[in-house]
């Protein structure tokens, strides 16, 4: 039986194999391994670590506490917020030493201001179509003659874009990456000559599988790195291999008679006497309650067992069928493979009806994260 009730398990020369395979389909471009989220919920520092031994040099967070701590572990590569920042968030993004995305004269000001000895690297985001943050292209020659005017307070280290629709090769959302990317090659093209330094980015993960071309100097990738399919399918197809698995075990066997029910509203009820296990995992730890009526599977004995009944806040059970013969403390597989089986987060994410971004970041602060490898 395992010493945890519930682990993930973290295998880090995955996220260096995967750094590998997309600084490969980068070309020459930098990496930039995209650590916000607690690394997807692998852990920021190992994840960190990982990928700038498989080849990353640049690392993107969310959020200047995650920034800071980066630097806290004692990481000293270049690290880029990509999010917003309120009042004193700049001076700490600055005191960190990070680099940070501006998109308004008012932030490039802002930053600039915040500067602690070195000048602040500034990434002057441009709005190509993601309708989020970013100068909409009316807006563009204001915020490049404010980054201009800033002189040597601040240090233009990028000019960047997000695509919208790079995971969606079908139809009219195909179309519109190649529109975005038009929209910003072009510019790009006025304003490359102005700040020479800058590095021009772009592509998340689906975009740097999916078009060479919008690499530019850097690609900026974060779900590929966990093993994860940015496009949802097997990751497996682009020489992807999953990082995480989340282990489990029965905490308790039992056998019920034909129509007895387990769980909170009866929901579901025993259609012949059966042996239901219990797993002592449920939402509280990122395991949503909408998976079991959508048709989750676990893996236990070496084969696939639905997920039955209501899921609870710490609990979910599991019918091991008539004949199911696993005891008390046999492993339970909640995403990963044994043998010739497995339950990829793509899996769980289909039945949950959300993309495996959602359902990595979602496994909860209860589970500790083992780092392997
Ligand atoms: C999260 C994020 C990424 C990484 O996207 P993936 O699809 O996980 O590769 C890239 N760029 C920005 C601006 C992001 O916020």
């Not at 260096?16 to 471009?29: D, E, I, L, S």
């Not at 959020?63 to 700049?90: H, K, S």
């Not at 807006?139 to 201009?148: K, M």
Request: include cysteine; charged fraction near 20%; charge should be neutral.
């Amino acid at each position: 039986m395992s010493a945890e009730r519930a682990v993930a398990r973290i295998d880090l020369g995955a996220i260096r194999h995967n750094a590998g395979v997309m600084a490969a389909a980068a070309g020459g471009a930098r990496l930039m391994a995209v650590v916000k989220a607690a690394g997807y919920g692998h852990g920021a520092a190992p994840a960190a670590r990982a990928a700038l031994a498989g080849g990353a040099s640049f690392l993107g967070v969310a959020t200047v506490t995650e920034a800071e701590e980066l630097r806290g572990e004692g990481i000293d590569a270049p690290v880029l917020i990509m999010g917003p920042l309120t009042g004193g968030e700049w001076a700490r993004a600055a005191s960190a030493g990070a680099e940070v995305t501006a998109w308004t004269p008012e932030a490039v000001a802002r930053a600039a201001a915040a500067g602690a000895g070195e000048p602040p690297g500034v990434h002057l985001k441009l709005d190509t179509g993601m309708g989020r943050l970013g100068a909409r292209p009316e807006d563009v020659s204001a915020l490049v003659d404010s980054a201009a005017a800033a002189g040597d307070r601040i240090r233009v280290a990028g000019l960047m874009t997000h695509f919208a629709t790079s995971d969606d090769t079908t139809g009219e959302n195909a179309s519109f990456m190649s529109e975005q990317l038009l929209r910003f090659r072009s510019a790009v093209a006025g304003v490359r000559d102005r700040f020479p330094g800058a590095l021009v980015h772009a592509a998340n993960s689906a975009a740097t599988l999916r078009q060479p071309s919008a690499a530019f100097d850097m690609v900026r990738c974060g779900i590929s790195l966990y093993g994860c399919s940015p496009f949802g399918g097997d990751p497996a197809e682009h020489g992807l291999r999953p990082a995480m698995s989340w282990i489990s075990y029965l905490a308790s066997v039992k056998t019920l008679r034909s129509r007895e029910s387990v769980g909170y509203g009866r929901v579901w009820r025993a259609a012949r006497g059966t042996r239901v296990g219990l797993v002592p995992v449920g939402y509280a730890d990122g395991y949503a309650r909408c998976l079991s009526p959508a048709g989750a599977e676990v893996l236990t004995g070496g084969r696939r067992v639905p997920v039955v009944g209501t899921i609870s806040m710490d609990q979910l059970t599991v019918d091991l069928g008539p004949e199911g013969a696993e005891a008390v403390g046999e492993e339970v597989v909640l995403i990963g493979a044994r043998g010739d089986e497995r339950i990829t987060a793509e899996d769980v994410a289909a039945w949950r009806g959300t993309i495996n971004y959602e359902v990595t970041c979602a496994v909860g602060p209860r589970i500790p994260r083992i780092h392997e490898g």
